[in-house]
Antibody, heavy 118, light 110 residues
Framework: EVQLVESGGGLVQPGGSLRLSCAAS????????MHWVRQATGKGLEWVSA???????YYPGSVRGRFTISRENAKNSLYLQMNSLRAGDTAVYYC????????????WGKGTTVTVPS | NFMLTQPHSVSESPGKTVTISCTGS????????VQWYQQRPGSAPTTVIY?????PSGVPDRFSGSIDSSSNSASLTISGLKTEDEADYYC?????????FGGGTKLTVL
């Protein structure tokens, strides 16, 4: 079964750091681009970062310079290092797989919650 | 920055047809594929339409997608509405290495 399981969420003070992990199973992890997408409570989806199979990385302006996406193919794992956290970063963070050759995400994890109090 | 705008909410009765729009802020929405995701409360999103008008396996043909270049918008149409279709729907596209989601539309089937 194809599966993504996020972990590492929690409560962190403003200015603090947190590292999220995503464990992949049921597919050849190294062959897929991967993403992080977040959703604040009652709000919409927001793309946070992406990493290609070659390790190329992409970020929106809202997190560039504060967040770092990485992958460890030998462990079938995706990571998101989040620094200088703000109240606005409070959200459920989803790990998602990009479909090969396409421009959408076809597998999502259940998410992990990050809370940064104001 | 490229943005996608959706209506905040729509509602319709069971058995009817509803259309949700997604309007691009600039350029041509037809330049990059548009996808649609369904998200039920407490669950992760799932794809209902990809590449403008393609349905993943398992998605009923009551769901369809289209592009209207004249209005720079994409649309998701759901026919024969069922109560189980009640959910949030998000459009998504891609622009210059940025992945963009619309703000989401809450569909109420009443």
């Amino acid at each position: 079964e194809v599966q993504l399981v996020e972990s590492g969420g929690g409560l962190v003070q403003p200015g603090g750091s947190l590292r999220l992990s995503c464990a992949a199973s049921g597919f050849t992890f190294s062959s897929y681009d991967m993403h992080w997408v977040r959703q604040a409570t009652g709000k919409g989806l927001e793309w946070v970062s992406a990493i290609g199979t070659a390790g190329d990385t992409y970020y929106p302006g809202s997190v560039r310079g504060r967040f770092t996406i990485s992958r460890e193919n030998a462990k079938n794992s995706l990571y998101l290092q989040m620094n200088s956290l703000r109240a606005g970063d409070t959200a459920v963070y989803y790990c998602a797989r990009r479909v090969r050759g396409g421009y959408y995400m076809d597998v999502w994890g259940k998410g992990t919650t990050v809370t940064v109090p104001s | 920055n490229f943005m996608l705008t959706q209506p905040h909410s729509v509602s319709e009765s069971p058995g009817k047809t509803v259309t949700i729009s997604c309007t691009g802020s600039s350029g041509s929405i037809a330049s990059n594929y548009v996808q649609w995701y369904q998200q039920r409360p407490g669950s992760a999103p799932t794809t209902v339409i990809y590449e403008d008008n393609q349905r993943p396996s398992g998605v009923p043909d009551r769901f369809s997608g289209s592009i209207d270049s004249s209005s720079n918008s994409a649309s998701l149409t759901i026919s024969g509405l069922k109560t189980e279709d009640e959910a949030d729907y998000y459009c998504q596209s891609f622009d210059s290495n940025n992945w963009v989601f619309g703000g989401g539309t809450k569909l109420t089937v009443l």
